[in-house]
């Protein structure tokens, strides 16, 4: 517990110290890297996913949940119809690799406020195929380079990046950027997430 309380002024030290809402670089279009890797689950071994993917996702919706006036499940047409913009940033991956990359996507603040997130809420959880999460604090949530995913180079995102739907915040290492998402839940307890439940920093960023 002693550790888990450094670790939470830490959390408030480092977002005190950035500047308010520091920005991750972002790069051109000719600074891509030629091979981009993909990490952890490429395709989840997870029957509900499958059984999707062998429906060409059409039965495939954002569960949403929490504290958000309008709850509603979204489809990937509705998402894939608001407004996107694209980033070309740099993925920094624990595991000892780094690669630029574009995405393009929604903004997670946009998203937010139209299912009436309640922004003064702490958390924002996210729930993927095969039983990965990953918890981020509002801010990073509310942060314009957070973004529902739907692309990566400018083609629709492969599988092995988290297809149909990852959330890329390039203001945080790798292992914090979701892939394969199904559930997105805005509460105010800290639910954890795969990696930060085995000891890797929560905060793990800008
Ligand atoms: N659902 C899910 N998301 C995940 C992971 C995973 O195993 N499952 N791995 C994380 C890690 S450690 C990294 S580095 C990135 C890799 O993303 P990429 O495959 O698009 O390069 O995804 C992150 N998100
Ligand atoms: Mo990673």
Same mark, same amino acid.
């Given at each position: 517990?002693? =550790?888990?309380?450094?670790? /939470?002024?830490? /959390?408030?030290?480092?977002? *005190? =110290?950035s500047a308010k809402? %520091?920005?991750? +670089?972002?790069?051109?279009? %000719?600074?891509?890297?030629?091979?981009?890797p993909a990490n952890g689950n490429r395709d989840p071994n997870d029957a509900d996913y499958q059984k999707m993917a062998k429906n060409g996702f059409a039965d495939w919706k954002l569960e949403i949940g929490g504290l958000a006036e309008k709850p509603a499940s979204f489809t990937l047409a509705e998402l894939q119809q608001m407004p996107s913009r694209t980033q070309t940033t740099r993925h920094d991956c624990v595991e000892g690799w780094s690669a630029i990359g574009s995405w393009q996507g929604v903004r997670l603040a946009d998203f937010l406020k139209r299912i009436g997130a309640d922004t003064r809420a702490k958390y924002v959880w996210f729930g993927c195929a095969e039983g990965y999460s990953n918890t981020i604090d509002m801010a990073t949530a509310l942060h314009p380079q957070?973004?529902?995913? &739907?692309? &990566? %180079?400018? %083609?629709? =995102?492969? +599988?092995?990046?988290?297809?149909?739907? /990852?959330?890329?915040?390039?203001? /945080? =290492? !790798?292992? @914090?950027?979701? @892939?394969?998402?199904?559930?997105?839940?805005?509460?105010?307890?800290?639910? *954890?997430?795969?990696?930060?439940?085995? !000891?890797?920093?929560? &905060?793990? *960023?800008l």
């Open positions: 517990s002693l =550790l888990s309380n450094t670790e /939470k002024l830490t /959390k408030k030290a480092q977002r *005190g =110290l809402q %520091a920005m991750a +670089r972002e790069y051109t279009e %000719a600074d891509r890297s030629p091979v981009f957070t973004q529902l995913t &739907f692309k &990566f %180079a400018d %083609a629709i =995102l492969p +599988r092995k990046y988290g297809y149909p739907m /990852k959330c890329r915040m390039p203001t /945080k =290492l !790798g292992f @914090k950027n979701p @892939k394969h998402i199904i559930a997105l839940y805005v509460q105010n307890n800290d639910a *954890g997430g795969y990696w930060e439940n085995q !000891g890797y920093n929560w &905060f793990s *960023g």
